[in-house]
């Protein structure tokens, strides 16, 4: 069966430090999602593409995230400096485009857990 | 207010019984329903899609209610390996946008 595939599974960092996530969507899947999720919260979305374009980025703290998906198949998510707020779960997710006959469902990686010590 | 509202919970609920939780949405352009099963420290699953005529799997029956905006899940005979959060998502079809509900925790007691 198909996956997402998410790397590393868990990150220690230092605050100020530099981090990169990365992940290799569903092949076919044009919709990639970058979620953070804290304990007890729903995900929130932080970016999502569309191919290699970015669709959505308003809730990307973009002084200090970016993430790429430069030929529209895997993605990267960095932070620098780390903070020691970011420490959360971050989950990518893929979907079919809307307007296929199919499910456009998302399908979720494991996802990276990070620590910011 | 939030997109997608959910009872947070706990349900506690004992082996065997139905429970049955709803969730909430805002935005009536919404297009597509899903619920996703999500277990401690692990990724979001899909539990299944929901249907405008409702559909049904196993235990598990989903329903869509567009004139008041609301989804829900109901689970059958409820077994402890049910216990879990269970997250609402909502999907604009316009932009392939996912919004999300908080979930709600449901724990199934022996």
């Known amino acids: 069966e198909a996956e997402v595939a998410q790397s590393p599974r868990y990150k220690i960092t230092e605050k100020s430090q530099a981090v990169a996530f990365w992940c290799d969507p569903i092949?076919?899947?044009?919709?990639l999602y970058w979620y953070r999720q804290i304990l007890g919260q729903g995900p929130e979305l932080l970016v999502q593409?569309?191919?290699?374009?970015?669709?959505?980025d308003s809730q990307l703290p973009k002084d200090r995230f970016s993430a790429e998906r430069l030929k529209g198949v895997d993605s990267t998510l960095k932070i620098q400096p780390a903070e020691l707020g970011d420490s959360a779960m971050y989950l990518c997710?893929?979907?079919?485009?809307?307007?296929?006959?199919?499910?456009?469902?998302?399908?979720f990686g494991q996802g990276t857990r990070l620590t910011v010590v | 207010r939030k997109e997608v509202e959910q009872d947070p919970g706990p349900f506690n609920v004992p082996e065997g019984a139905t429970v049955a939780f709803n969730c909430t949405y805002s935005n009536s352009a919404s297009q597509s329903f899903f619920w996703y099963r999500q277990d401690c420290r692990k990724e979001p699953k899909l539990l299944m899609s929901?249907?405008?005529?409702?559909n049904e799997d196993g235990r598990f029956t989903a329903q869509l209610n567009r004139a008041s905006q609301y989804i829900s899940l109901l689970i059958r005979d409820s077994k402890l390996s049910d216990s879990a959060t269970y997250l609402c998502v909502v999907k604009k079809d316009s932009n392939y946008q996912l919004i999300w509900g908080a979930g709600t925790k449901l724990i199934i007691k022996p």
């Open positions: 092949s076919g899947h044009a919709t």
């Open positions: 593409f569309q191919d290699e374009s970015v669709v959505d």
């Open positions: 997710a893929s979907s079919l485009a809307a307007g296929s006959t199919m499910n456009t469902e998302a399908f």
């Open positions: 929901v249907y405008s005529s409702g």
